[in-house]
C-alpha cells in the first residue's frame, strides 16, 4: 500500500513492484531497514483478524516492527525478532519489544498463540545479491526460500496447542511448493488472503497442527 | 528490555532457561546486561535494551 503517511523512503517498495519486477539493484541506498509495503499490510491485515486481545505473538523478521504493532494495537502481546541490528533499534524507537535473533531460536517451546513472518521471498541469483542489511531483508536466495524452509522446519516448537503461523509468500516463490514443504514437516496449510500485484500475486498462508 | 520477556526468551542453543544479570536499567526497562544459559552458560549481551540472543557463531556473520 505504500504507507503514504510513512516518512522517507517507505514507499519506494511499493512503487517499484507495482511498475516492474521488483530489482534489489534499484533498493540499494535506499533505505536499510525494510519498510512496510503491500506485503507488510496484507500480513498485518489478515493477522490483526486472527488475534484476540491477550494473545502472546511473535513477529519473525520484523523488520521496523510494522506487523508487530499493529497486533498489539489489536490488544496483543507482540514481541518482534530480527537478525539485523538497524532492523532492532528501529522496531525498539517504535514501542516494539524486540530480541535479535535467528528465527524462533531464541523462544520457549508453546509461547506463542500466532507467529507471523514476512520472509525475503524474492528470488535472487548469486550474482545480483549483494552484501548488506537490505539484501538480507529482500532475497530470499536462489529460490525464494532462503528462510522460508528453515522457518518452517522450526516453527511448530513454539507455537501453542492450537497456535499457528502466518506467512506472506510471493507467487514468485512457488506457494503450492512452499506448503508441501511444510506437510513434509507436519504442519497443515490453508491460504487466508490473496492479493493481486502486476507481476506477482501475495499470498498469506495458515500453518497448524495437522 | 522489558524483564517480563524473560517468560517467552530461551537459549538459542539448546532452549533452557536464561538467568538475568542486569548491569543498567531505567526504571523497568532493562538497558544493560547479560542472560546466562543455565545449562550451557553460554553468555547472551544486553545492548541498548536490545537481547542479542543470536547463537555465538551468527554475531560477527555481519553484512557490511
Not at chain 1, 539485523?84 to 524507537?93: I, K, N, R, T, V
Not at chain 1, 507467529?115 to 545479491?129: C, G, I, K, M, S
Not at chain 1, 528453515?150 to 506457494?175: D, I, Q
Amino acid at each position: 500500500m505504500g504507507e503514504e503517511s510513512d516518512a522517507g523512503g517507505a514507499g519506494e517498495t511499493a512503487e517499484e513492484s507495482g511498475t516492474e519486477r521488483p530489482s534489489l539493484a534499484n533498493q540499494r541506498g535506499v533505505e536499510s531497514v525494510y519498510q512496510p509495503a503491500e506485503d507488510s499490510d496484507l500480513l498485518a491485515r489478515t493477522a490483526r483478524e486472527r488475534v484476540e486481545a491477550g494473545d502472546t505473538v511473535l513477529d519473525v523478521g520484523t523488520g521496523s516492527g510494522y506487523v508487530a504493532a499493529t497486533l498489539a494495537d489489536a490488544g496483543a502481546r507482540a514481541v518482534g525478532v530480527d537478525v539485523s541490528p538497524l532492523a532492532c533499534q528501529e522496531a525498539a524507537e517504535n514501542g516494539v519489544p524486540v530480541v535479535r535473533g535467528d528465527l524462533v531460536e531464541p523462544f520457549r517451546t508453546d509461547a506463542f498463540d500466532l507467529v507471523a513472518f514476512n520472509p525475503p521471498y524474492l528470488p535472487t541469483p548469486p550474482e545480483q545479491e549483494w552484501d548488506d542489511w537490505m539484501e538480507h531483508a529482500l532475497s530470499g536466495g536462489d529460490d525464494g526460500r532462503r528462510l522460508v524452509d528453515p522457518f518452517l522446519e522450526t516453527v511448530e516448537r513454539v507455537l501453542a496447542p492450537s497456535g499457528e503461523a502466518l506467512m506472506l509468500v510471493s507467487s514468485l516463490t512457488n506457494p503450492e511448493a512452499v506448503r508441501a514443504y511444510a506437510a513434509e514437516h507436519g504442519l497443515a496449510s490453508e491460504q487466508l488472503a490473496s492479493e493481486k500485484h502486476p507481476y506477482e500475486a501475495l499470498v498469506v498462508l495458515r500453518f497448524y497442527r495437522e | 528490555m522489558k524483564e517480563d520477556l524473560m517468560e517467552i526468551i530461551c537459549c538459542p542453543l539448546d532452549k533452557h532457561d536464561l538467568d538475568l544479570e542486569v548491569t543498567e536499567r531505567d526504571d523497568d526497562e532493562i538497558l544493560a546486561g547479560e542472560l546466562v544459559c543455565t545449562e550451557c552458560s553460554e553468555t547472551f549481551p544486553i545492548e541498548d535494551g536490545i537481547p542479542n540472543l543470536l547463537p555465538p557463531d551468527m554475531r560477527d556473520e555481519a553484512p557490511a
